[in-house]
């Protein structure tokens, strides 16, 4: 797996092969949560395109014990030159950000290179640290291996044609080289699962969750064909999707359900069932597997499906769908350019079509977006909670789940100029965003944006407090019977009576019984 280096003698007739030792690659998966330990896709994508080309390690923090001291012996071999890592906003940073720092300061000549979403966004202040070499700005297909390889062939001078690329020079400069158009996903290589189970049992990351015993997270496309203001994807696709083939998704499902009888997928796309053929077409193929799945949608796409599309989904084991509602608000969803067609009237006829279909419709909801004043703000608030009540009335098993707005728009939008105008901006310092305040702005819990009051985070929370205690996430097995019934009796006078301050009892039995919040850790698994 190494590339040899030839070397010829001065007896032409000789060849000497000379294997490099010193260029393999660690490939690292920061801890995302305490419990939430699914297939590190995003390194193993990466793996994928070195596959034989150069010796590499896998690393994950979710499921290593002291990942740092596993990283430092790889280092201190002597036979590492490339440290390798996917840097999501959030609980990934608390590792990323502390081990590259290390890394740069014991072994300087490690060349670091990041990808992720955090990486894409917040590349001035990633290479601005020092700690940072280079960026992978979107799918790292075909840029991280010609990156290597022109590093190991001493012709850097082409690095600044390798596309998806994003660098400092040494007068300071940052290059951002051009976009790749996004590659026919059916032509990459396949994953290299067997390899990763050498490191860590595969099976140790197929799960127990709502949706079966076995669950196989999945990524099965690339980008998203949107511009919603609020979405971290947008800077890096440019409202571009890529997506397998039904036929080319159903053969690792196969793999999965012969070695490891997964009977659930996860299916971690930004946007799964932008086309309606493929995914029915998929639907068709594991008709009689029975495996439940789960994906990431548009309300507006989807609603484009016929009621029989939707109940042969159901029946193929399609059991809930994630949506972005945002706000019931049609001039907030404007706001937001959220593109498409979706309406406040469209959200409450589809969650009907939905309950009709028996398919849950996990709905996100965005609150707290800049308005000119601090009344409008919190009316917007106050609407859309209400809008949320009318939803569950409508369809009760609606899951809902709700999200304080974080600023990551592009620069140069009207949305961009509007929090910049209202006094808000990022942190200068990369280890600034390990900071607890920082990182639960990441995880859309606590933004430091100006125009949300305290008051209104306040109302914002002890909502989501009495909703989740009269409704239940479904993805939470745990909570049923007795515990179901005494959340939903205490919660329910506060529910139907609009009384939501200091709901401490209902607060006081979710940390008893350790109620898991999907928004910030996904789904409970065992």
């Avoid at 506060?494 to 039995?509: D, G, V, W």
Wanted: glycine share 6%; charged share 25%; net charge neutral.
């Amino acid at each position: 797996m190494e590339l040899p280096r030839i070397e010829v003698l001065p007896n032409a007739s000789e060849i000497k092969i000379v294997r490099l030792t010193a260029n393999k690659i660690i490939l690292f998966n920061p801890k995302s949560a305490n419990g939430k330990h699914r297939i590190p896709n995003s390194i193993l994508q990466v793996g994928a395109s070195i596959d034989g080309k150069y010796d590499y390690v896998f690393v994950d923090g979710n499921l290593e014990k002291d990942p740092w001291a596993t990283i430092e012996n790889y280092l201190k071999s002597g036979e590492f030159k490339y440290f390798g890592s996917t840097v999501m906003p959030g609980p990934q940073l608390r590792q990323a950000i502390p081990f590259t720092k290390k890394i740069k300061e014991q072994f300087p000549n490690i060349t670091v290179v990041w990808g992720g979403y955090f990486a894409s966004n917040q590349y001035k202040v990633a290479l601005n640290s020092g700690y940072v070499d280079y960026i992978i700005n979107g799918p790292g297909d075909n840029t991280f291996p010609e990156l290597v390889t022109a590093i190991e062939t001493n012709t850097t001078e082409n690095i600044p044609f390798i596309k998806n690329l994003i660098y400092k020079k040494q007068n300071g400069e940052i290059i951002k080289t051009a976009v790749e158009a996004l590659l026919d996903q059916d032509t990459l290589p396949k994953f290299p699962y067997e390899y990763l189970n050498s490191f860590y049992p595969v099976k140790n990351y197929l799960a127990k969750t709502f949706m079966g015993n076995k669950t196989l997270s999945y990524h099965s496309s690339m980008g998203c064909p949107f511009s919603c203001s609020f979405c971290a994807v947008v800077p890096i696709y440019n409202a571009k999707w890529k997506g397998m083939s039904a036929g080319r998704i159903y053969e690792d499902v196969k793999y999965f359900k012969e070695k490891h009888n997964i009977d659930a997928i996860e299916f971690h796309d930004n946007n799964f069932f932008t086309s309606k053929k493929r995914v029915l077409e998929f639907s068709e193929l594991i008709m009689n597997d029975n495996i439940s799945y789960w994906g990431e949608g548009r309300i507006d796409t989807i609603n484009m499906y016929s009621d029989e599309d939707l109940k042969l989904m159901r029946k193929a084991g399609c059991k809930m769908i994630f949506l972005g509602a945002e706000t019931g608000n049609d001039a907030v969803l404007k706001q937001m350019n959220k593109g498409g067609t979706q309406t406040g009237q469209m959200i409450k006829d589809f969650v009907l079509r939905m309950k009709n279909a028996d398919i849950i419709p996990e709905l996100s909801f965005v609150l707290g977006m800049p308005a000119k004043t601090e009344k409008e703000v919190y009316d917007q608030i106050l609407w859309d909670i209400n809008f949320i009540k009318e939803i569950k009335t409508i369809n009760p098993k609606a899951e809902i789940i709700i999200y304080l707005f974080s600023p990551v728009p592009t620069e140069g939008s009207e949305l961009y100029q509007q929090i910049l105008d209202a006094g808000f901006s990022f942190p200068e310092q990369l280890e600034d965003w390990i900071s607890p305040a920082w990182e639960n702005f990441d995880l859309r819990k606590n933004p430091l944006t100006p125009w949300l009051k305290p008051y209104m985070i306040d109302t914002i929370k002890n909502f989501e407090t009495v909703l989740n205690g009269y409704y239940p996430t479904v993805s939470d097995f745990r909570i049923k019977g007795y515990k179901k019934q005494l959340l939903q009796t205490i919660s329910g006078v506060r529910y139907k009576t609009n009384f939501y301050h200091y709901p401490y009892e209902i607060k006081a039995l979710h940390k008893i019984w350790k109620y898991r919040q999907p928004e910030i850790e996904g789904f409970y698994s065992e």
